[in-house]
């Protein structure tokens, strides 16, 4: 059994007021890599502003509090686009997008289980950690409000940390656990912490790797939102 491989990433934010996000994926995908995209928007008055993702993409999660965000995926195919550009239900400013590439994953059912968990002002966000099956990588998410500096436990390998400089402004940390787990281990909490206290918003994704026999099954979409 082996776990999946973090390959490259990109990303894209604007500082302005806009309706949608586009990214583009990084120069080495490849045909039959994870495509994982993580989002974050400024909620203005915690009013929701689901995002729209372009064809062939599944929705994993969406959520939203002082912020808000969802978290997309798709297998890439032989021709892909130059960029994906996602889309909300009104103009929302600085918004995030953290595109992930994996490969190895599995073919059935690369997306796992995921742990969420909403804080209200704090300075630590922690990243609830869900059971795993021996051949997993867990991704750590945290998107959270205003202007701030993540720091993180040695176990997460960053991929993304930015805000903007404004206090209105959305921040969007993501990275992955480098730490193996065994088969029937539960994830450690990894406790990121922010420079200033905020509303926080975290998520925990487990991605399978390539040789795990799995039978089929939906992926799941949840959906929470908590109103502060």
């Given at each position: 059994m082996a776990a999946?491989?973090?390959?490259?990433?990109?990303?894209?934010?604007?500082?302005?007021?806009?309706?949608?996000?586009?990214?583009?994926?990084?120069?080495?995908?490849?045909?039959?890599?994870?495509?994982?995209?993580?989002?974050?928007?400024?909620?203005?008055?915690?009013?929701?502003?689901?995002?729209?993702?372009?064809?062939?993409?599944?929705?994993?999660?969406?959520?939203?509090?002082?912020?808000?965000?969802?978290a997309f995926w798709k297998r890439a195919t032989a021709s892909e686009p130059a960029s994906y550009t996602f889309e909300t239900d009104g103009t929302n400013a600085y918004m995030r997008a953290s595109l992930m590439l994996f490969s190895g994953t599995d073919e059935t059912m690369p997306i796992g289980d995921i742990a969420t968990q909403e804080t209200a002002i704090s300075t630590s966000a922690d990243c609830l950690g869900p059971s795993c099956d021996g051949d997993q990588m867990a991704i750590r998410v945290v998107v959270s409000e205003n202007d701030h500096v993540f720091t993180t436990p040695a176990t997460v390998t960053e991929v993304l940390s930015t805000s903007n400089a404004?206090?209105?402004?959305?921040?969007?940390?993501?990275?992955?656990?480098?730490?193996?787990?065994?088969?029937?281990?539960?994830?450690?909490?990894?406790?990121?912490?922010s420079s200033t206290a905020v509303a926080h918003h975290t998520l925990t994704v487990m991605i399978y790797g390539a040789d795990q026999s799995r039978m089929s099954a939906a992926v799941p979409v949840i959906q929470s939102q908590a109103n502060y």
């Open positions: 999946p491989s973090f390959k490259a990433s990109s990303s894209a934010g604007w500082t302005s007021s806009t309706n949608s996000i586009t990214v583009s994926p990084p120069a080495s995908l490849a045909e039959g890599d994870l495509i994982f995209v993580v989002l974050s928007g400024n909620a203005t008055l915690s009013t929701v502003r689901p995002f729209t993702p372009p064809s062939g993409f599944f929705e994993f999660v969406q959520f939203s509090d002082r912020t808000f965000g969802a404004t206090s209105t402004d959305t921040s969007l940390y993501v990275g992955y656990d480098n730490s193996t787990y065994s088969k029937g281990d539960t994830v450690p909490t990894a406790t990121i912490t």
